[in-house]
């Protein structure tokens, strides 16, 4: 939501699509998952029309809710099930310059549609050891989906996240992310932890709209102008 709202807000088009069947990022836009009638769910099982609500602090959102749990599993019979989220949003395309897909945590079916729809991967990384020792999983499957189903899929950034400077085991971790991960990509600087980001989100806000002053915003900032630089 915070990237989208700045990417927005310096001009460009932008889609947010909730991969997760949590819905975490469709709450935090103010809608109710329950009360959905179409959902991304919808268009990835019959290959149909895209939910698309317009103009959320200046993007656009197609949302998830529960249901799409039940839809990994359909999936899982599905021929040529990977290409049903690259195949649903190709009508889109020349309408935005940013779509942003939130993934699920889970290296699942929803996952892997996620990669192959993709040009690239911006991977958040809670600056704790169990987190980073995760990301090897991932990259793993970024790996596989190159491979297989998706030649041109890079590598956009690591992002630490939830980071307490004054913790030992964060600043381990800050460390190692840097020393393992900046050969293959970009590592931003850390995203604090902060009450200001569950406050905000509470409020369905993004970040700049809630505390415009916060530190926060300058790593934001940093990140949108990576994203300009890939596009």
């Given at each position: 939501m915070n990237?989208?709202?700045?990417l927005?807000?310096?001009?460009?088009?932008?889609l947010?699509?909730?991969m997760?069947?949590?819905?975490?990022?469709?709450?935090?836009?103010g809608?109710?998952?329950?009360?959905?009638?179409?959902?991304?769910?919808?268009?990835?099982?019959d290959?149909?029309l895209?939910?698309?609500?317009?103009?959320?602090?200046?993007?656009d959102?197609?949302p998830s809710?529960?249901?799409l749990?039940?839809?990994?599993?359909?999936?899982?019979?599905?021929?040529?099930r990977?290409?049903?989220?690259?195949t649903?949003?190709?009508?889109e395309?020349?309408?935005?310059?940013?779509?942003?897909?939130?993934?699920?945590p889970?290296?699942?079916?929803?996952?892997?549609?996620?990669?192959?729809?993709?040009?690239?991967?911006l991977?958040?990384?809670?600056t704790q050891?169990?987190?980073?020792?995760?990301?090897?999983?991932?990259?793993?499957?970024?790996a596989?989906?190159r491979?297989?189903?998706?030649?041109?899929?890079?590598?956009a950034?690591v992002?630490?996240?939830?980071?307490?400077?004054r913790?030992?085991?964060?600043?381990?971790?800050?460390?190692?992310?840097?020393?393992?991960l900046?050969?293959?990509?970009?590592?931003?600087?850390?995203?604090?932890?902060?009450?200001?980001?569950p406050d905000?989100?509470?409020?369905?806000?993004?970040l700049?709209?809630h505390?415009?002053?916060?530190?926060?915003?300058?790593?934001?900032?940093?990140?949108a102008?990576?994203m300009?630089k890939?596009?």
């Amino acid at each position: 939501m915070n990237l989208g709202y700045h990417l927005g807000q310096r001009g460009h088009s932008v889609l947010l699509i909730d991969m997760d069947p949590q819905a975490s990022l469709t709450i935090f836009m103010g809608l109710e998952p329950g009360d959905l009638e179409q959902t991304i769910c919808d268009a990835i099982l019959d290959e149909g029309l895209l939910p698309i609500h317009k103009d959320i602090h200046h993007v656009d959102l197609i949302p998830s809710n529960i249901d799409l749990s039940a839809a990994e599993m359909q999936l899982v019979s599905t021929i040529m099930r990977e290409l049903r989220l690259k195949t649903v949003l190709e009508s889109e395309l020349e309408h935005y310059d940013f779509i942003l897909i939130d993934a699920p945590p889970s290296l699942g079916i929803l996952s892997v549609l996620s990669l192959v729809a993709s040009t690239h991967v911006l991977i958040p990384i809670h600056t704790q050891h169990k987190s980073f020792k995760g990301t090897e999983l991932l990259l793993n499957s970024v790996a596989a989906v190159r491979k297989n189903a998706n030649r041109d899929l890079k590598l956009a950034g690591v992002i630490p996240t939830i980071y307490a400077s004054r913790n030992v085991q964060d600043e381990s971790t800050l460390d190692a992310i840097k020393e393992q991960l900046s050969a293959i990509t970009t590592v931003y600087p850390p995203i604090p932890r902060s009450t200001a980001f569950p406050d905000a989100t509470q409020k369905c806000l993004p970040l700049s709209l809630h505390d415009p002053k916060h530190p926060a915003l300058r790593v934001l900032e940093d990140i949108a102008n990576g994203m300009e630089k890939l596009s």
